[in-house]
C-alpha cells in the first residue's frame, strides 16, 4: 500500500472516529513519537489523537453541519499533501467555508508528523467569522 493510499484509509478512518468519537481506530496510523505541529503543538501518539479530538470538540462539534472536500492525496517521497475544503453551517449564523493543505511525513506506514496550513484568506475568514460569532459556540 502506498504511503498516499494509507493517508487516505487514516483519513476515512478519522471521519468515522469523527462520528462515534471512537479514537483509538486511528492510533494505529501514528508513530509512538508522532508529532502535530502547532500552538501548541503535540508530541506522541496520545497527545496527538488528544490535540485532534479537542479541536474537533471546540469547533466541528459545535456546529451544526460541516461539509468536507479532499483532493486525492499526493506522495513527494515520505510526505503526503492532500488540499482540502469545508464548509460549516449553523443556524441563524453565516455559513463558514476555510481551506487549506495538509501535510503528514510517514515513517514506513505510520504518520511521524502532521501538519496544517490554512491558505492565507482562509486564515482571515476564520478570525473574522470568530470575532462576530464565536461567542454562539460556547457552552
Avoid at 498516499?4 to 496510523?29: L, M, N
Wanted: charged share 30%; no cysteine.
Amino acid at each position: 500500500m502506498s504511503i498516499a493510499d494509507r493517508y487516505q484509509a487514516y483519513a476515512d478512518e478519522f471521519e468515522k472516529s469523527f462520528v462515534d468519537d471512537d479514537w483509538s481506530r486511528i492510533g494505529p496510523y501514528f508513530t509512538p513519537g508522532a508529532v502535530y505541529e502547532g500552538e501548541p503543538a503535540a508530541q506522541g501518539r496520545a497527545a496527538v489523537l488528544a490535540k485532534l479530538k479537542a479541536g474537533l470538540d471546540r469547533f466541528d462539534r459545535r456546529m451544526d453541519r460541516r461539509t468536507l472536500h479532499f483532493e486525492k492525496p499526493s506522495a513527494d517521497g515520505n510526505t503526503v499533501s492532500v488540499r482540502w475544503k469545508a464548509t460549516y453551517t449553523k443556524a441563524g449564523l453565516p455559513d463558514l467555508t476555510i481551506s487549506g493543505k495538509e501535510f503528514a511525513t510517514f515513517e514506513g506506514n505510520q504518520i511521524a508528523r502532521l501538519r496544517d496550513e490554512f491558505d492565507p484568506e482562509a486564515q482571515a475568514a476564520m478570525g473574522e467569522w470568530m470575532a462576530k460569532h464565536g461567542s454562539a459556540l460556547q457552552g
